[in-house]
């Protein structure tokens, strides 16, 4: 079947037509650019890049790289078969197609991802930007970074890494290359850090990228995600958070792990009558759901909480946080299983992620749980932070003009795709034709069944020296096939969450399809390697060289590589022939997971490049995704069709009606998991408009931006909103003269003068008179600074509100968060209060920060004392600012600069007993000769100038 005839069967035949024209013109380019040189190929590159950055806006940059795809392609592929002896096929050569046009490419494991992924990224490097690989952990990102880095160079293209831990000089000069590998917390973080930032040089995603303008240039122009599914999907559902400021609660968290012990759990009975439901008493002490995971306290529950914790009532206004702690511990205690959802590792809990089986490093659960487990298990409790800085996934992403992702499986999520990111699905054609054979499902009565009959095929496909691949999604499974596989004799590897095996990830899966070989991997951990039939040559030459002694760097490691290599892969060669008569590699699975796309990761393990392969589902109808949303029905179907054979093994269903019921169970599944991403999103939403205003804000502030009119203006708005504040009444006569004045003073340092606001006729005439009073002694304070300190001031003094405001904005928007689901009971939709009360929230937010600026800018102190020593030359970096206490603790680079200009010494200090501590006393002293020079008198240098207007500026 030929490459249109297989993509034509998708249902993509216009589209593919395309596709297979442009293929056709790449090829036409091979004849001529295989003989050419390195240099000359070099200089192609170099005249493509020289003509897209040479386009005066986005659009025409983009037209110009959909100009030179098919020479690009062309370029790369002849690269990549010179340096890397890895010619791109011709459906590569479409994914990177669908790849560059903002889409994501569904392509099969083995057909070669990581290769397709270097013709968008060459393509897409050309307009000089910046291109984004997100991967999903580290060694994936310098894996495939470092593995393709013979093929960029030869491109011209340059490329950084990110990793966790980077010192910020090396992020910058990552994200300053052509190209940019790292994972999707590491990028995210890093936007959220920048965010946060107190200097320009502080931030690190610009890259070092000035534009024109003289600011930096936006980061986030292209994206390719890999394993795009499982960041974009399943990662999805939990934001980015960067905390601080820790509450003491430890103590709580030990009391309420204890009292959750002694709490009965139960169940109200279903189906009860409404008049008896609300008569029922519950015997137990709270009802926990599974589904849902959630839990719900019964009277009976609260009353022997009261006593154990020594209060005579529980939802007493100032014991509110205990009712969460008691929540979290009765979560933690029944619906969180150790080795299951998470697991002890060093004395710490880590969560386990429940798609890939992995160890989520610095991940924790939120609203005190992950406390609350780790108080279960009685390790250290690490205390809750609050928020510092948020973002989903999705709203990241979503930044970037143009994303794409690769994945084997991705179709089944396609409606989440294009209604979260806009980013449809293509699937490309396999290279060779799909020959695996996927079994249906085995499904027996009890798991006791399940477990006899999944031990017995192991045993028979091992004897018969086909490998197995035993999927399972938890690692309690993982182990108890383990054990029942070492009494029977059978040697197996296994790969799950625990660190002892995850370190060995790559040494087991390479060796996973040797002849009779049994491997057991939690959630399809693994991935990013392939298994090759008959076993990996390089991996068991670098393992009987390592066995010998020798390690990659040794003086005689690549002759001795070269000497042991050729036999190897011909025992290699002979056990691929053994795999194949055997039937290829047989997919295990042990269990049905939640998601119909997780099973697919599973069963594309086999069937790799043309290689035969077999997968096949054992399942019972006491799996937990069975018997919680497809169980009623199936128990029915087993009751009848269930029977024993005659050494008395239950004997499986294979009935299509039960796929179909378990297929529905999946789906019901995902469209509530959706349902759940697309929740924390609408809500991140609205934080994330909240987000841009006042991180563009920031960078306005931080890239040096005037802020003095700005200033006036909100200066005026302040000066509105606390004359209407005070003079509610139409009469003059019903205005609070006395608070106006007092919250004047606030603002002006010595107040008003009264008879201002009593002899105003009416609101807007006192509005506009103390307007007027206020911008001119913003002017009288910026002819006393001079302009270029007044600017410093400004930016350092915003900087410092906006940061202290956003914080604690978010703990009021977390607050709002946790408790909005209340407004149900009262028929007003939760998401509707949440965007009206936020909204409320930002208004308070943005009018706090410019009245906290108005008070702050105004009581702020700069002193002149004497006069200035020689002028030092610019950029030599003479004087300094130094802070200490109060709100001054973070250095402002522009007052920093400003301070360097005169080489004194500017600090802020905490202020004189009985002043406002958020007031900073910013002092600038001077010490020479010139003692008595006024500041209008001309400058002691000669230049002419005044002295305010020279040296004294």
Avoid at 166 to 189: C, L, W
Wanted: glycine share 10%.
């Amino acid at each position: 079947m030929g490459l249109l005839d297989r993509a034509l069967n998708i249902g993509e035949s216009k589209q593919f037509r395309q596709y297979e024209k442009r293929v056709a013109r790449i090829a036409d380019f091979e004849p001529e650019l295989e003989l050419e040189s390195d240099e000359e190929l070099l200089e192609r590159m170099d005249a493509l890049r020289q003509h897209v950055r040479s386009q005066p806006t986005d659009e025409k940059i983009n037209e110009a790289l959909d100009e030179v795809l098919a020479e690009s392609f062309a370029i790369t592929r002849e690269v990549g078969k010179r340096r890397m002896n890895m010619r791109h096929f011709d459906v590569q050569l479409i994914g990177g197609m669908v790849l560059h046009g903002g889409t994501i490419a569904e392509m099969r494991t083995g057909e070669g991802k990581t290769l397709t992924g270097t013709l968008a990224v060459v393509l897409n490097s050309l307009a000089g930007r910046g291109v984004h690989v997100v991967t999903v952990n580290d060694y994936l990102a310098r894996r495939d970074a470092e593995w393709m880095m013979p093929l960029y160079e030869g491109c011209g293209v340059s490329v950084g890494i990110i990793q966790h831990d980077q010192d910020p000089d090396e992020r910058t000069a990552a994200y300053g290359a052509d190209v940019t590998y790292g994972t999707n917390s590491e990028f995210g973080f890093d936007y959220l850090r920048d965010n946060m930032a107190q200097t320009i040089e502080d931030k690190v995603q610009h890259g070092g990228r000035i534009g024109e303008d003289g600011r930096p240039t936006a980061m986030h122009f292209y994206a390719i995600v890999d394993e795009v599914d499982n960041i974009l999907i399943d990662e999805a559902r939990t934001p980015l958070i960067i905390s601080g400021a820790p509450e003491a609660a430890a103590d709580w968290y030990g009391k309420f792990a204890k009292l959750a012990k002694v709490m009965t759990a139960g169940k109200t009975p279903e189906g009860m009558d409404p008049r008896a439901r609300k008569e029922f008493v519950a015997d137990f002490d709270y009802e926990y759901d599974e589904k849902h995971k959630t839990v719900a306290v019964t009277e009976q529950g609260v009353q022997k909480a009261e006593k154990f914790l020594g209060i005579d009532h529980l939802y007493r206004a100032e014991n509110g946080p205990l009712v969460n702690h008691l929540l979290q511990a009765l979560k933690a205690e029944s619906l969180y299983k150790k080795d299951v959802d998470y697991a002890v590792v060093d004395d710490e809990v880590k969560i386990i992620d429940e798609f890939t089986g992995r160890i989520l490093d610095g991940r924790r659960w939120s609203e005190g749980l992950h406390q609350a487990t780790e108080a279960k298990e009685g390790v250290v409790v690490q205390e809750e932070n609050q928020t510092l800085a948020t973002i989903t996934y999705q709203n990241f992403f979503r930044m970037y003009s143009k994303l794409a992702g690769m994945t084997g499986t991705a179709l089944t999520e396609a409606t989440e795709f294009m209604k979260i990111y806009k980013l449809a699905v293509v699937q490309v054609p396999t290279n060779r034709p799909m020959v695996r054979k996927d079994r249906n499902d085995q499904v027996y009565k009890t798991k006791d069944g399940k477990w006899s009959a999944l031990l017995r095929t192991i045993q028979e496909r091992h004897a018969a020296g086909q490998p197995v691949l035993v999927g399972t999604i938890s690692v309690e499974v993982s182990e108890m096939i383990s054990r029942d596989l070492t009494k029977l004799g059978i040697p197996h590897e296994v790969l799950n969450a625990k660190p002892e095996h995850a370190a060995r990830e790559g040494d087991i899966v390479a060796e996973a399809g040797r002849p009779g070989a049994v491997t057991i991997a939690t959630n399809m951990a693994g991935r990013g390697v392939d298994i090759k039939l008959g076993g990996n040559a390089e991996h068991r030459t670098e393992l009987e060289l390592r066995n010998l002694g020798l390690q990659p760097g040794d003086p005689d490691y690549e002759e001795r590589f070269a000497q042991v290599f050729p036999k190897i892969e011909e025992r290699v060669a002979e056990d691929h022939e053994k795999v194949l008569e055997a039937g290829g590699l047989f997919i295990c699975g042990t269990e049905r997971h939640e998601s119909r796309r997780i099973d697919n990761q599973l069963r594309g393990r086999a069937g790799r490049q043309g290689d035969p392969g077999e997968s096949r589902f054992f399942l019972s109808a006491e799996d937990d995704l069975v018997r919680l949303f497809a169980g009623d029905r199936i128990y029915k179907i087993l009751d009848r069709l269930g029977t024993v054979d005659d050494e008395g093994h239950e004997e499986p269903i294979e009935a299509g009606m039960l796929s179909k019921q378990i297929e529905k169970a999946q789906k019901k599944v995902e469209e509530q998991n959706f349902l759940i991403r697309k929740r924390v999103l609408e809500y991140d939403d609205v934080m994330n408009e909240q987000r841009r205003v006042v991180y563009k804000y920031r960078d306005e502030v931080l890239e040096g931006r005037d802020m003095g009119p700005v200033a006036r203006e909100n200066l005026a708005d302040v000066i509105r909103r606390t004359v209407d504040e005070y003079t509610v009444s139409e009469y003059v006569e019903d205005w609070d003269v006395d608070g106006l004045l007092v919250a004047l003073s606030d603002i002006f340092p010595g107040g008003v003068d009264p008879e201002r606001i009593t002899v105003a006729q009416e609101r807007e005439e006192l509005v506009e008179s103390l307007q007027s009073e206020a911008l001119s002694r913003y002017g009288g304070r910026e002819q006393e600074l001079g302009e270029e300190l007044m600017r410093a001031l400004e930016r350092y003094l915003l900087l410092q509100v906006i940061d202290n405001k956003w914080r604690e904005h978010l703990y009021d928007m977390d607050y709002l968060r946790e408790g909005i689901h209340l407004r149900g009971f009262a028929q007003i939709d939760p998401l509707v209060a949440y965007k009206n009360e936020a909204y409320e929230l930002f208004t308070d937010l943005m009018n706090s920060i410019w009245g906290d600026f108005a008070r702050m800018i105004f009581h702020v102190e700069v002193e002149v004392e004497g006069a200035e020593p020689p002028q030092p030359q610019a950029g030599s970096g003479v004087g300094q600012i130094q802070y200490s206490g109060g709100v001054g603790t973070q250095q402002p680079s522009a007052l920093m600069d400003a301070a360097q200009g005169g080489g004194g010494v500017a600090y802020a200090e905490a202020p004189p007993e009985g002043e406002d501590p958020a007031i900073p006393v910013v002092q600038q002293r001077r010490v020479d000769e010139h003692e008595t020079l006024g500041r209008n008198d001309p400058c002691w240098c000669g230049s002419g100038k005044k002295y305010k207007k020279c040296h004294g500026a």
